[in-house]
């Protein structure tokens, strides 16, 4: 076998992607069920990484690693995968992967609410060591919605075949948003743990010189610090204690702007400046926002 290129490639169509691993051209040009096993390697060596223009769905079950971004994933146990168009993930490995795949290209729902319904779910974004892990009970439940679309893909279309398609793309995204809801709990030691260090982070950060270098954290900046992709961070986070990170952020800089604001006589263009705002009407806003007062208010009712 030819060592494989070290460069990337991006399809543009379901069709090409099916043309390269070797599959039949699509049922529908825009949405396309596959069983990995009969993905073949083609004779030219596969890119190293791979670009999509639409939507992935995957369901592995075998052993095996995958490179996604800058992240590894062992599919020893099986889980589900979701990549957003434009993501960068590993060319798999044909000989090895058993599953099923989803591709989805955002031009089938376009005049459906999915097509913009489909950023709430933000399981697109994480990382594939952030796969979601499913019991037998709860495989079985995706299966059965699997089984619908493909069989629906292969009869015969009909004015209600787009919409049957998309009412289980929809029940399949549902069904895996609560059975992330059970991971995080499930997961809850784990979880605890990235709390705690993310209140180290928060910690580290408002009370050393950051806020006044870099202002207040974004969260990609947090997620980077704790090896998470940030919408994995702020769904666990929204599921343990209701807040997601931009929240819990702007709660770190409300307790620390009333911290200083009780116990020293700095103005409140000081404090702003010492919080990293270029302009106190900034601050003033943010923290009024967040209170229902602002900082004076807060200073005189304190007093």
Known sequence: MKSKPHHLHKFRSLSEFHKMFGLPKPEHPLVSFIRMEEMKMPDEALPDYLVLDFYKIAYKDTLGQAKYGQHHYDFGEGGLVFTAPGQLFE?????????????????????????????????FSYAADEALHVSEKEKDILFSVFGIIDEELKGRTDDFSQDVVIS?????????????RRQFITSRAANDHLIEKFEKVMDSYFHGEDPLLNGL????????????SASYLSDMLRSLTGLNTQQHIHHRFV???KEILSTTDLSVSEIAYRMGFEYPQSFTRLFKSKTSQTPLEFRQSFN
Do not use: C, W
């Not at 729902?109 to 489909?118: D, G, M, T, V």
């Not at 954290?217 to 998470?228: F, K, N, R």
């Open 91 to 123: 060319s798999p490995n044909t000989d090895k992967v058993k599953g099923y795949l989803i591709l989805l290209h955002p031009d089938f729902f376009l005049s459906y609410p999915l097509a913009k319904k489909i950023r709430q779910y933000g399981f």
């Open 168 to 180: 289980q793309i929809e029940l399949l995204l549902n069904y895996s948003r609560r059975y992330y």
């Open 217 to 228: 954290p974004s969260v990609q900046d947090v997620a980077d610090q704790l090896h998470v």
């Open 255 to 257: 307790e620390m702007a």
